[in-house]
Structures are given as structure tokens and as C-alpha cells.
């Protein structure tokens, strides 16, 4: 098993910054993509941003120039940094890891980001 622990939600003005990070402990040697997820009421779960094990990144093009996901193997953490955030990234914001040979998914509890105009 995979355990997810986020930190770093809050309250920000637009236009504002926040970092997440995300620290996992179990089976890390075992871990290969890690990512993070963001849902709003009454919607999907969508994918924010996704780092290999290797580093590779890839983002929605809503985040586009303004996200930035990094990741530290050694520490089994990876982090979301959040510039120039708008109000429509507003969200429960969700830590991912994909693990073992199947590639199972293990979610964090969440964390709080709310943008305010």
C-alpha cells in the first residue's frame, strides 16, 4: 500500500500563489507516476498535472505557464506550485500515485484551494 498525505491548501487572492505538496510513505520504492487531481461540486475529478518517476511532466492546458509539478524521489514527495491563480481554480485539489506492476492508484485525503476575486 501507498499513502498520500497533502498540505498547503488555503485562502488566496487571485493572482496569488500557493504551493501544495504531497508526502507518501508505504510502498514508495514501488511508485511510478505521481499527479494531482482537482474536483469541484457536482463535477469529475480532472487531472491538473502528472510527473513520471523519470521527471517528465505534463499539464492541462488550463494550467498551462502558471503550474508547476515537481517531484523528489528521495523524499517521496511531489509538489504543486500555483502562480497566478484565477478563481476558477477554485477546487478540492487531490494527490495521486500510481503503484506497483498494475499500477494501482492511492488518493490523498484532499486539500482546500480557494481563489477569491
Known amino acids: 500500500q501507498v499513502q498520500l498525505v497533502e498540505s498547503g491548501g488555503g485562502l488566496v487572492q487571485a493572482g496569488g500563489s500557493l504551493r501544495l505538496s504531497c508526502a507518501a510513505s508505504?510502498?514508495?520504492?514501488?511508485?511510478?507516476?505521481m499527479a494531482w487531481y482537482r474536483q469541484t461540486p457536482g463535477k469529475s475529478r480532472e487531472l491538473v498535472a502528472k510527473v513520471t518517476k523519470g521527471g517528465s511532466a505534463n499539464y492541462a492546458d488550463s494550467v498551462k505557464g502558471r503550474f508547476t509539478i515537481s517531484r523528489d524521489n528521495a523524499k517521496n514527495t511531489v509538489s504543486l506550485q500555483m502562480n497566478s491563480l484565477k478563481t476558477e481554480d477554485t477546487a478540492v485539489y487531490y494527490c495521486n500515485a500510481q503503484w506497483g506492476v498494475a499500477d494501482i492508484g492511492s488518493w490523498g485525503q484532499g486539500t482546500q484551494v480557494t481563489v477569491s476575486p
Open positions: 508505504g510502498r514508495v520504492s514501488s511508485i511510478n507516476g
